[in-house]
């Protein structure tokens, strides 16, 4: 099986999620962590799990994980 994981750039998601991300990397850089973590919980409610990597962060759609 392969893995349903996506780049940020390579697969855009809804706008709206894509402002969560981009406030959530801000936060992270700014070592916000309270921030960082609130952002994404509300991506999680959403159904997309952010998964942070050396180059950068990641994501996956949540009901991916129920197969």
């Known amino acids: 099986q392969i893995l349903q994981i996506f780049r940020l750039k390579d697969c855009p998601l809804a706008p709206a999620a894509n ?28 159904g997309i799990q952010i998964i ?5 962060p990641v994501w996956k759609p949540l009901d991916e994980d129920k197969e």
């Open 19 to 46: 402002t969560l991300i981009a406030r959530r990397e801000k936060a992270r850089a700014e070592k916000n962590w309270k921030a960082a973590d609130e952002v994404r919980d509300e991506l999680l409610r959403q």
């Open 52 to 56: 942070d990597t050396a180059n950068g």
